[in-house]
């Protein structure tokens, strides 16, 4: 149980008794629950807001919720690694931008268009009711975090916030990660094997296009990497179920 207590110190500002794991790496085991458990609350945020009959705002509401119960750590992530992947010309720049706590011009339109994105994405699938794809998104998220940690190396070879779980993750922490999060989306759709199919693949798109670039950009992952690919990946699966909404 030390493992989902550091999961949900490491992915909530929730005040969590207890002792930490004694390995990081551990508490890759619990991120699809703490997924499920941050994605119910940020459905329920925007199906309480939808009673106002009033899409956008509840679509605001999903989102305000997100950064209020991450501290934003993700959303820093992404913009981190934006201003790093782009504003940097070798290896080593790119790791000290990312690590400069100021957002730069790159950090900042890359969470403009990604919140801009979100939010339309999150108007269609409230105003459709949608919302367990809100929560689908939020948890496959997480389970990318988990692929990432396990396959790729950490990029800072003098350590950094995430090494322990990098360094100590390996293939057990995903499959065991899948499987979990498998069974819990089947759940999430009622059984509906295209839904749930078309939800990790969209995750799967999010996991290679982020293992792909950082690969390229830095030679493997650091926390900025994991938040951003989290961000990502929630996008890319919530369009995926207004696409299957709109087209099926």
Avoid: C
């Avoid at 941050?38 to 919720?65: D, K, R, T």
């Avoid at 690694?81 to 957002?103: H, N, Q």
């Avoid at 759940?187 to 996991?207: C, D, E, H, R, T």
């Avoid at 650091?222 to 299957?244: I, K, Q, Y």
Wanted: net charge neutral; glycine share 12%; aromatic share 10%.
């Amino acid at each position: 149980m030390r493992g989902l207590v550091t999961a949900l110190r490491t992915l909530t500002v929730l005040p969590v008794p207890g002792k930490e794991a004694e390995h990081f790496s551990s508490a890759l085991f619990w991120f699809p629950l703490v997924g499920l458990f941050l994605g119910l609350l940020q459905a329920g945020a925007g199906y309480v807001a939808m009673l106002s009959g009033w899409p956008e705002l509840a679509a605001a509401m999903v989102l305000f919720s997100g950064v209020l119960l991450t501290r934003g750590m993700h959303a820093d992530g992404f913009a981190d690694m934006a201003d790093g992947f782009f504003g940097g010309r070798d290896v080593e720049t790119r790791l000290r931008i990312m690590k400069d706590p100021s957002v730069g011009s790159f950090g900042a339109i890359g969470l403009i268009l990604l919140f801009l994105f979100k939010s339309i994405v999150l108007v269609k699938l409230l105003a459709i009711g949608l919302y367990p794809w809100i929560v689908s998104g939020v948890l496959l998220a997480r389970l990318v975090q988990v692929a990432l940690a396990s396959m790729l190396p950490y990029a800072r070879r003098e350590g950094g916030t995430a090494a322990g779980f990098v360094d100590g993750a390996g293939i057990q922490h995903f499959v065991a990660a899948f499987l979990v999060s498998f069974v819990i989306l089947l759940f999430l759709m009622n059984g509906a094997i295209v839904s749930s199919g078309i939800g990790l693949s969209a995750a799967i798109v999010g996991a290679v296009m982020t293992s792909l670039l950082t690969m390229k950009k830095i030679g493997g992952v650091t926390g900025d990497v994991l938040g951003a690919s989290s961000e990502l990946t929630e996008m890319l699966v919530w369009m995926s179920g207004v696409f299957l909404a709109m087209y099926s």
